[in-house]
Nanobody, 115 residues
Framework: QVHLVESGGGLVQPGGNLTLTCIAS????????MYWYRQIPGKKRSSIAG???????TYDDSVKGRFTISKDNARNAVYLQMSNLKPDDSAVYYC?????????WGQGTQVTVSS
């Protein structure tokens, strides 16, 4: 079964940087496209970055130019490098493994951008 565990969230000042890590169970990264979602308080959960099996990368406009998604299959890890963080980036961030018939989620990690 697929297991996803996010880490790396925390409190950061506006303009600061933070990198999130998603550790996946063996084989996940070579089976599924991987995504980062976030849920901002009062808003629905939405996808902000994705990387496919062929390493095609997409970003939501809200994070384009500031966030970078990458993966390391050997470490079963997906990363989200976040730069120039804004208060509006405060959210619970989730790792997601997307297949044709199912989707798997981590527990989420909280990112708070505040002075």
């Amino acid at each position: 079964q697929v297991h996803l565990v996010e880490s790396g969230g925390g409190l950061v000042q506006p303009g600061g940087n933070l990198t999130l890590t998603c550790i996946a169970s063996e084989g996940t990264l070579t089976t599924y496209a991987m995504y980062w979602y976030r849920q901002i308080p009062g808003k629905k959960r939405s996808s902000i970055a994705g990387i496919t099996l062929t390493n095609r990368i997409t970003y939501d406009d809200s994070v384009k130019g500031r966030f970078t998604i990458s993966k390391d299959n050997a470490r079963n890890a997906v990363y989200l490098q976040m730069s120039n963080l804004k208060p509006d980036d405060s959210a619970v961030y989730y790792c997601n493994a997307g297949g044709t018939t199912s989707r798997y989620w981590g527990q989420g990690t909280q990112v708070t951008v505040s002075s």
